[in-house]
């Protein structure tokens, strides 16, 4: 054997023994896929030892004893300034004792985690003296803390810490009969912990309920860091030798697809089995039912098979948990439908890059969910959009005659733009011809819906949907107003939730466009924006924040670039940050979009309302619940000195208002501004509206909580009898209202 094949042995067989052999066989065949004697020499060296058993999961003696005989060497000993006096258990790379002080200076029980004998390859130790120096660097309350490390004195490693008096968070929401929502404000404070060890550079990568003990005070705390991957490697003089990607101690149940195929681990790993966590948490169940205790079985369900949803997982399983029996399968799993099915789904999404960006986004969506607020873990149905999209876009946009308003008004000004150009062009003949064209187009789409074919209550959908066809025809000769019609289709389409419709139409505006003006020119970064609006709306976040940054820097170069098209660009981009968590690239955004709109247009403008709503939303998920209030307060005046007060604009100012003064424990306040909201949307929709059954659900949830029962159980009949109208019986929302 020569030695580069030497040292391969070496390295794969030094990975490899941190792992059960179900781990090992994994492991090893993926890193000697092209080799099988490679793999068959490294399994000689275990079974040269005497057994391919999972020889690391049970101490080794320095001296071979019959294992009925063995007196382990440790336990009455001291150790640094502590007694061992017992054994924990077995972790990753170390036997785990209880021990306390012998110095007496104070009464502290301590568990003392040693490194096993037999690992003492120089790799091995140096991975352990990382872990003493990783878990130093975190302080946390819902970590277990380090208290002392050193060396024994036959020279092994070990570390001193936190003793974590405890049970594993899922007997913990068992045993005390937690409801859903308890255990959601639980789940968090263990993503809170999980976060700041990201924020450390560290990944946790075992997360399970063995390893999350909640105390008896309620506390949860994470334990064994023994196994994380700093992520900064300067604490190490070799990263080439800290820095690999292959599988470590690994709990499949709870383990990632990448952590299975041994690809690279990153904080999305972490994400996963959080999500893993939760779902257990909520159905009781684990996402997979593993009977094969094959790897290669095992591999192929956590990477391959499609995972049930909760809320369908509640219905199938003959157990529910017993901290769930007091609600019965249905409630349960029509309270996990919707928000929460898709909040687990992505976390666990098999993509890494699919799932949320950040722990902090994973537990923000929770927070949101609990308090009523839309998430981003959510299908692209245009019911949930549109209702999100009024909460944190153009608060203009609510209502199908909003939308009809905007669709003649972007016409108008199309044929307006054609004179002018007629006037200030040698050619007055020409765009005469353009205007007339136009004209001529608007009056032919306002007449071509027939009453009779689609019933008297005739839609702006109806009305695109005639016109759109002719659009290519009627502008063959005049693409630039082609691509302005188009565009102002394709966003109108998108607002009524028609994306499939409304995608052909956008991008060919931008097509048209380019060759008309050129892609460095603002009609083409104008077409941009609006199809970055339509990739957000369908939840493409990385593509959509690429199209606005590509359209937002061609506006700042451009010096004929009109300002409300940049300033809205870096709006709607600040809102697209504020769904990703990064709050600060939000509030940076949203300032300077504010800060253009006041400039150019006053401080009494539509968009100025508009942002300083969207700025009140970034400020809110900061938990800055008075910088909220205020931007909330400043955007209804301006809305209030634009309009009449029975605008439904308002509404949702009010409605938002109300979800602030929950955050403040001000329920009457709160209650006051969702009857405000609610009588404004019934003014503007009349009681069939889904948003007014939004309106009476909200209401009614919030009067539940203040004991009014008698109003809450109304108001929550009202907001069903809505909902079977306005959408159907089956839809997610009834169901809610019948959770209370």
Partial sequence: MNQDRLNKVRELFDEASNL??????????????????????????????????????????????????????????????????????????????????????????VAIKILKHGITSEYLLKRFQIERQTLANLQHQNIARLLDGGRTVDGLPYLVMEFIDGIPITECCNKNKLNVEEKLKLFREVCNAVQYAHQNLIIHRDLKPGNILVTKDGIPKLLDFGIAKLIDEELVDNNEGLTRTGVWHLTPEYASPEQIKGEKITTASDVYSLGVLLYQLLTGNQPYKITNSSPAAISKIITEEKIIKPSERII?????????????????????????????????????????????????????????????????????????FIKRHKVGFVSSVGFFVFLITSLIAIIWQANIAAKERDNAKLETQKVETVNNFLQEMLSSVDPTEVGKDVKVYDILKKASLDVGNNFSRHPEIEASIRKTIGVTLTNLGEFDEAKPHLLKSLDLNNKVYGNKSYQSAESMHQLALYYHWIGDLNFADSLY??????????????????????????????????????????????????????????????????????????????GAEKYYQKSLEVYLKLYSPDRPEISTIYNNLAYIYIDKDSLSKAEEYFKKSLELKINAFGKNHSLVGLGFMNLGALEYTMNKFESSESNLLMAAENFKISLNENHVWVGLTNFW
């Fill in 20 to 109: 059960s052999v179900d781990e090992r066989e994994i492991y090893l065949d993926q890193k000697c896929a092209d080799d099988a004697e490679l793999k068959k020499e490294i399994l000689s060296l275990y079974n040269s030892l005497g057994t391919t058993k999972d020889f690391l999961e049970e101490p080794l003696t320095i001296v071979e004893q019959n294992k009925n005989s063995f007196v382990d060497p440790y336990i009455g000993k001291q150790i640094g300034n502590y007694i061992v006096d017992g054994e924990a258990g077995v972790g990753g790379m170390g036997i785990v004792y209880t021990g306390k002080r012998n110095d007496k200076e104070f009464d502290q029980k």
């Fill in 316 to 388: 199938q399983s003959s157990e529910i948990s017993a901290s769930d029996k007091i609600i019965n399968q249905e409630k349960l799993s029509a309270h996990l439908k919707g928000d929460l099915d898709n909040i687990i789904l992505k976390a666990m999404h098999k993509d890494p890059l699919r799932r949320y960006v950040s722990v902090e986004q994973f537990s923000e969506d929770i927070r949101r969910h609990l308090i009523g607020l839309p998430v981003i873990a959510q299908k692209d149905t245009a019911g949930y959009r549109l209702n999100k």
């Fill in 549 to 626: 940054t590509q359209s937002i820097n061609v506006f700042r170069n451009n010096p004929d670039s009109p300002s409300r098209s940049l300033a809205s660009a870096l709006n709607d981009l600040g809102i697209l940050k504020q769904e990703q968590a990064k709050y600060q690239e939000s509030l940076k955004l949203l300032r300077e979009a504010l800060n253009i709109y006041q400039k150019n247009f006053g401080k009494t403008d539509r968009d100025v309302a508009s942002t300083l709503n969207n700025l009140a939303l970034t400020l809110e998920s900061l938990n800055d619940i008075d």
